[in-house]
T-cell receptor, first 114, second 115 residues
């Protein structure tokens, strides 16, 4: 059974703080993703990674960076948090083969920036 | 890039009735179309998917249809039950290129099944 975990369920930070969100998967998946979920906007892709140390921008990368030093771990970094980054952040992972795109999601981190 | 539009944004049905959610996509190269269900406070989970080489797929009370010519696909839930109440997301992807890893999601439909 695939397990994707995220470091925090709830997080409150102040404007300008540096924020780290961590995601870990235990199924040896090649691909990992970070989304933000806002009401009425669905799931929007921030960044994804298809291998260690590899990263690609998604649809809304501005204000975010990522790090993937180990296959099982994918970190999302907010260099200087702003109030418009208050959101639910979801991590996901999927197998590397092009024939299997199912993404498995973590429980989410609800981030509030004051 | 791909753009997926989903309608309606909210849908209320009586228990036992059917529910239909529709999505359109823009990239004719997309060939994989999954549907995810997200119950309140929980993570999204895949419930059914369809590839472009078939027009319809069914799994018990849920079915998905695909019209490649019109570039739209739909989720059909029959005999709805209260536990079907959730947010449903459609998505589209290509499986044959380097972008195979990405899914582009629709904006979601909040389905409420009234007892």
């Amino acid at each position: 059974d695939v397990k994707v975990t995220q470091s925090s369920r709830y997080l409150v930070k102040r404007t300008g703080e540096k924020v780290f969100l961590e995601c870990v998967q235990d199924m040896d998946h090649e691909n990992m993703f970070w989304y933000r979920q806002d009401p009425g906007l669905g799931l929007r892709l921030i960044y994804f990674s298809y291998d260690v140390k590899m990263k690609e921008k998604g649809d809304i990368p501005e204000g975010y960076s990522v790090s993937r030093e180990k296959k099982e771990r994918f970190s999302l970094i907010l260099e200087s948090a702003s109030t418009n980054q208050t959101s639910m952040y979801l991590c996901a992972s999927s197998h590397g083969s092009t024939g299997n795109n199912e993404q498995f999601f973590g429980p989410g981190t609800r981030l509030t920036v004051l | 890039g791909e753009n997926v539009e989903q309608h309606p944004s909210t849908l209320s049905v009586q228990e036992g009735d059917s529910a239909v959610i529709k999505c359109t996509y823009s990239d004719s190269a997309s060939n994989y179309f999954p549907w995810y269900k997200q119950e309140l406070g929980k993570r999204p989970q895949l419930i059914i998917d369809i590839r472009s080489n078939v027009g319809e797929k069914k799994d018990q009370r849920i079915a998905v249809t695909l019209n490649k010519t019109a570039k739209h696909f739909s989720l059909h839930i029959t005999e709805t039950q209260p536990e079907d109440s959730a947010v449903y997301f459609c998505a589209a992807s290509q499986t044959s290129t380097g972008s195979a890893r990405q899914l582009t999601f629709g904006s979601g439909t909040q389905l409420t099944v009234l007892p």
